[in-house]
């Protein structure tokens, strides 16, 4: 971010955004003293846009402008602003009101000297956000762990605190489920609430895994393979009508960062060779080495949650395990009845330490588990008793308050009450309180700032959207806080989005170890700064303490040593995975709205079915026999008529991708095909090469190089009245990575490429290359291809060069391009 003293200034710093030629002093930034904190993710173009301006210095803008990033131009000038109380270092805080503007593009804010990040505005802005949740999901499996390729605790467990001397220490199978944060306990109270949360974006997924986490296809959305590994996990949990257990491992686990498959703790039966399960009993078990108990009062809290799970889970997989389905659903009910003969909750046990999940309600798990047996059965015997249950918590304790214990009130979102109308007025309380709570703070955010505080804001935005807030400032206060309008400025989500300022250094094993970052993660969240300053062993050393935006009352850090505010948790992660999916659903919404339908790749509001490889569109919707032609070009155009010929006479709309170089040398042939009704893109304008051949996880450009020759690029398409609103875009030499994707996303680019194994994309190839394929061959595969696979050929993207060198006499234009669109349309397909 830069200092912007004065109007020149400013337009000095707008031309660098747009050509790249200006001198090296203008790059040099100053210390700012003030800053714009934003949504990094995006926009929807029909959101409630708030960004809040902090400075160190008193002074307060009169407006702020928005920059389109690609022209330089100022797209929206606002007054709107609204001051409000600083904090910490911060003597001014202002809230900039744009939700006005609402055209599609890339864009920053700039007000008085602070110039905020880019930001995109698009309808696409949440798509694949679940999924990318999803990435932690299973790098979190107990059992066999897709993200290590490796299996763990494979011999859990032995039977602890059962109440019967005769049943302690026996075994019992309980391998599968989750890990429950950065260590290897597992709990059945935040693994539930985790599979219940899921089922409410229940199938808004794409299918790029198999159900054992590994990279692949079975015809099942990936968010209900992850809900099946929780169920499966959850019946073993729950192996007999009046036995269920509550816990695996204990704090005994923490002696330092491991990998799940090396795991040295000993509970009794040797090293990685049981762990104690902990069973309900409603009764108070350990808590802690100088022999306290915990205030375990019955186990309708863990019954309930065994009820609702069931139930709902039965919904959400019934379409692809039937009998799994049927199964589930008759224990949905014991489960519930031994709730109901059992009423209390029951808090988890602890050996070494007295910290434990400490929840101290029940009957807002009872309320869910007579709605969900309510909406499977369709028996109105269980709606009263969801209604009896629910008048006994009409609101989560928490909400309002400034403090709780740790899980005290859990789960943090009643979300039964959504289900009931009778409740509406406890849900308007609810959010009244939030409201109230929230109205005193620059970001509109009052929550208690306790241990996984973002698992409070997660579950505020639960109920704003369960409930149907009417404050939609709120709600998007509390969705932006999530990703990067908060005093730190930034996303509480690992690796999300990937172009923006995220936890880069989590509390986690996998980063410890030095095999991965946990993608995905919702972090802890900022805690009250007397909580973090009584902890012991914590250190904000090797990462970002944020020591500049830290308000007086809390603190968040970067840092993996933190484990107070930077621990990705499970339930929390989980979370976040049902905004996500109606924020997704409502982009689809206003893609119709937004005029974005012209875009082939997003069908109205559907679902997005595309298929992705390192976040780039490579195949269209699998289930139609539709192809998608596109078609490329540096600096050579000598397909230009037979090409153009074979599209018009086959009727075929083609999609071709032109490099600067050839928007320069070749204009008429740019408004030829301009003419015919053909998309004419960007192959981006220099034609670099992003990445070393050998190696791809590297970069030979930096991002500014990559923006800048964007930009230029879209300049030209500009300058020959093309329409640039829809931005798709095929990198060039068709090579990238996901650091090239997610830069594309943040200026608004649709990247997309040739479906690999594809093979026209060899069209290029001379003699004497040793990857050199005749048309022939080229055209011989695909049809092999299209026999060989289930779906043939359906959502294929198929490249063709608009040119190719005089070596190549064997032009696949000339003969192949007819005979294979006739060929496939033959098949049955579209184009």
Known sequence: MRNIKNQSEMKKILLFLTLPMLSASLCQAQQPDSWIRINQLGYLPGDVKVAVYISETAAV???????DVFTGDTAFVSRSISVEKGYGKMKTACRLDFSGF???????????????????????????TTDYLLRYMRQQRCGFNPYLRDSCHTKDGYIVWSG????????????????????????????????????????????????????????????????KWGLDWMVKM?????????????????????????????????????????????????????????????AA?????????????????????????????????????????????????????????EESDWADDMELAAVSLWKLTGDSKYLAQAIEYGKMQPLKPWIGADTARHYQWYPFANLAHSYIDDFRPYRHEALDLIA???????????????????????????????????????????????????????????????????????????LYCGVGRPDGGLVDGPVYSTIFNSLEGVRVDGGNDYAEFQPDRMVYHDSMHDYSTNEPTLDGTAAVFYPLAVFQNEGRLQRTVFNATKNPFFDGASIDRNVYEDGAIVKSDTTKKHITLIFTAADKHDGESKILKVLKKEHIRGYFFFTGEF???????????????????????????????????????????????????????????????????VPPYEYYNENISSWARQIGLHLINYTPGSGTNGDYTTPDMDSYKSSKQIYDRLMKLEKKQRNGLNGYILLIHFGTDDARTDKFYDRYLEKTIRELKHRGYTF
């Open 61 to 67: 803008p009169q407006e702020f402008s928005i920059i």
């Open 102 to 128: 609402r055209k599609l593009g890339a864009y920053r804010i700039a007000a008085r000297e602070a110039l905020s990040p880019i930001f995109p505005i698009d309808p696409c802005t949440y798509d694949g």
């Open 164 to 227: 019967d001397p005769k049943q302690d220490s026996t075994w019992i199978d309980v391998t599968g489920g989750w890990h429950d944060a950065g260590d290897c306990l597992q709990y059945t109270t935040t693994s539930a609430n985790s599979i219940y949360l899921m089922t409410l974006a229940n199938e808004d997924s794409r299918d790029d895994y198999q159900a054992n986490g590994l990279p692949g296809h079975n015809g099942i959305p990936d968010i209900v393979d992850e809900i």
């Open 238 to 298: 729950n192996p007999e009508d009046s036995v269920m257990y509550n816990q695996i491992a204990d704090d005994r686990d923490h002696i330092g960062m491991r990998l799940p498959h090396d795991d040295t703790a000993d509970y009794g039966w040797g090293p990685n060779n049981g762990r104690p399960v902990y069973r309900v009993t409603g009764k108070p078990q350990q808590r802690g080495k100088h022999g306290g108990m915990n205030i375990s009062t019955g």
């Open 301 to 357: 809290s863990i019954a309930g949650k065994f009820a609702s799970d069931f139930a709902f889970g039965a919904s959400a997989v019934r379409k692809y395990y039937p009998e799994f389905a049927d199964m589930i659903a008759k224990k949905a009910v014991s489960a519930y009845e031994y709730g109901r003969a059992h009423p209390g909750f029951s808090q988890t046990a602890s050996v070494v330490s007295p910290y434990i999940y």
């Open 436 to 510: 109230r709570k929230s109205a005193d703070d620059a970001f509109r955010h009052g929550i208690p700032y306790v241990w996984c505080s973002n698992n409070f804001s997660a579950a505020a935005l639960d109920q704003m959207l369960a409930f149907g807030s009417s404050d939609k400032q709120l709600e998007a206060s509390f969705r932006d806080w999530l990703f990067g309008c908060n005093p730190w400025g930034t996303s509480m989500i690992v690796g999300l989005p990937a172009y923006g300022d995220y936890p880069d250094q989590p509390h986690s094993s996998l």
């Open 663 to 729: 928007y320069e040398k070749f204009p008429e042939t740019v408004q030829h095909i301009r003419r015919e009704g053909h998309y004419v893109g960007s192959h981006s304008y220099g034609h670099l090469l992003y990445m070393p051949w050998e190696d791809r996880d590297s970069m030979l450009v930096t991002r500014e190089q990559f923006d800048q020759d964007m930009f230029k690029s879209y300049k030209l398409i500009r300058e020959a009245g093309i329409d640039d609103s829809l931005k798709l875009f």
